[in-house]
């Protein structure tokens, strides 16, 4: 696998805030620090240690065209030093959706680099979760990507009705001691799980279709497995002028482990597969991970492009 990589700035930042939600069993957050924005086969590894946080993050990314598309539509986005890691998976035609995925996770991370270099609050004091603000500096970032990819669609009409995923977490230091403020902002169906012990929980929901029949219960889960419209989204960055966005936050503790991803992997790779994957590397170097499962993925298929981002949450 031929991999490339394109870098862009690093920045910094600190705190957070919400609109809670509960989430899938008993949760908790996690940290972070440094930036890389990775299109087509891109592959990132970073890991931040500093005195003054009470957590070390290591976060991997890998993203590949998969075995059937001729363009990657995916975006990636790691930036450490922000605590901000986004996956997007774009739509609408050949080009379209790969602009709008990279617009959108460009939107967000310059959105929160300017709001952290501004001084603000969320990003600089140790608040509470329920206290911060920094829920809404992320859920108005993607507010703004989805303003920006709608724009971006209204100058050219050939882009015109393209839309993006988005999955956004961020992580930064807790005043809670022992853990880390985790914030994660979701549109669409890319996902975001949590591995904590031996358990693992999807923490965003799908926007599709087939959820919305299932939740009715006009559809059965087996059904809904095999729906030939599985992969109709009822929400996407852009394709309207605004959107909403789901946010939750919860705190991070010492072992976690988030993964991100589009839907190129969790179409052909269930969720007690990518658990039994992530156990497997606990306690080591996570830089072959992503790989492994894109691989599965594509041995399975490789229907769609697939992109994978790991984040682990480690005592400093």
């Given at each position: 696998m031929e991999i490339s990589r394109r870098i862009a700035r690093v920045v910094h930042s600190k705190?957070?805030?919400?609109?809670?939600?509960?989430?899938?069993?008993?949760?908790?957050?996690?940290?972070?620090?440094?930036?890389?924005?990775?299109?087509?086969?891109?592959?990132?590894?970073?890991?931040i240690e500093r005195e003054e946080r009470q957590m070390r993050v290591t976060s991997v990314g890998l993203t590949d065209i998969g075995r059937k598309r001729e363009v990657n539509q995916d975006s990636l986005l790691i930036n450490d030093d922000l605590g901000l890691y986004t996956v997007a998976d774009g739509m609408g035609g050949h080009a379209g959706?790969?602009?709008?995925?990279?617009?959108?996770?460009?939107?967000?991370?310059?959105?929160?680099?300017?709001?952290?270099?501004?001084?603000?609050?969320?990003?600089?004091?140790?608040?509470?979760?329920?206290?911060?603000?920094?829920?809404?500096h992320l859920r108005e970032a993607v507010e703004a990507a989805c303003w920006a990819v709608?724009?971006?669609?209204?100058?050219?009409?050939?882009?015109?009705g393209m839309g993006t995923t988005v999955s956004s977490l961020l992580l930064q230091d807790s005043a809670e001691e022992g853990s880390v403020d985790a914030y994660l902002a979701h549109v669409g169906d890319s996902r975001v799980y949590l591995v904590r012990g031996s358990m693992i929980h999807q923490l965003s929901e799908d926007h599709t279709l087939v959820n919305e029949q299932l939740k009715a219960g006009i559809i059965t889960a087996d059904q809904a497995e095999n729906s030939r419209v599985k992969n109709i989204i009822t929400r996407s960055v852009g394709f309207e002028e605004d959107v909403?966005?789901?946010?939750?936050?919860?705190?991070?503790?010492?072992g976690d482990v988030f993964v991100l991803c589009s839907d190129g992997l969790t179409g052909f790779v269930d969720e007690?597969?990518?658990?039994?994957?992530?156990?497997?590397?606990?306690?080591?170097?996570?830089?072959?991970?992503?790989?492994?499962?894109i691989d599965l993925a594509n041995d399975r298929g490789g229907d769609d492009n697939v992109t994978v981002l790991i984040v682990r949450v480690d005592a400093a």
């Amino acid at each position: 696998m031929e991999i490339s990589r394109r870098i862009a700035r690093v920045v910094h930042s600190k705190k957070p805030t919400l609109p809670l939600r509960k989430c899938h069993g008993a949760l908790t957050p996690g940290k972070v620090p440094s930036y890389v924005l990775c299109k087509d086969m891109a592959f990132i590894r970073e890991s931040i240690e500093r005195e003054e946080r009470q957590m070390r993050v290591t976060s991997v990314g890998l993203t590949d065209i998969g075995r059937k598309r001729e363009v990657n539509q995916d975006s990636l986005l790691i930036n450490d030093d922000l605590g901000l890691y986004t996956v997007a998976d774009g739509m609408g035609g050949h080009a379209g959706g790969e602009i709008a995925s990279s617009v959108a996770v460009e939107t967000i991370e310059h959105k929160l680099v300017a709001a952290s270099d501004n001084g603000t609050a969320p990003f600089h004091q140790r608040l509470g979760l329920e206290e911060s603000g920094m829920a809404e500096h992320l859920r108005e970032a993607v507010e703004a990507a989805c303003w920006a990819v709608f724009q971006r669609a209204r100058e050219d009409p050939a882009l015109r009705g393209m839309g993006t995923t988005v999955s956004s977490l961020l992580l930064q230091d807790s005043a809670e001691e022992g853990s880390v403020d985790a914030y994660l902002a979701h549109v669409g169906d890319s996902r975001v799980y949590l591995v904590r012990g031996s358990m693992i929980h999807q923490l965003s929901e799908d926007h599709t279709l087939v959820n919305e029949q299932l939740k009715a219960g006009i559809i059965t889960a087996d059904q809904a497995e095999n729906s030939r419209v599985k992969n109709i989204i009822t929400r996407s960055v852009g394709f309207e002028e605004d959107v909403l966005v789901d946010v939750v936050g919860l705190w991070a503790e010492p072992g976690d482990v988030f993964v991100l991803c589009s839907d190129g992997l969790t179409g052909f790779v269930d969720e007690s597969e990518i658990l039994d994957h992530v156990e497997s590397f606990k306690g080591e170097d996570l830089d072959a991970l992503p790989k492994r499962l894109i691989d599965l993925a594509n041995d399975r298929g490789g229907d769609d492009n697939v992109t994978v981002l790991i984040v682990r949450v480690d005592a400093a």
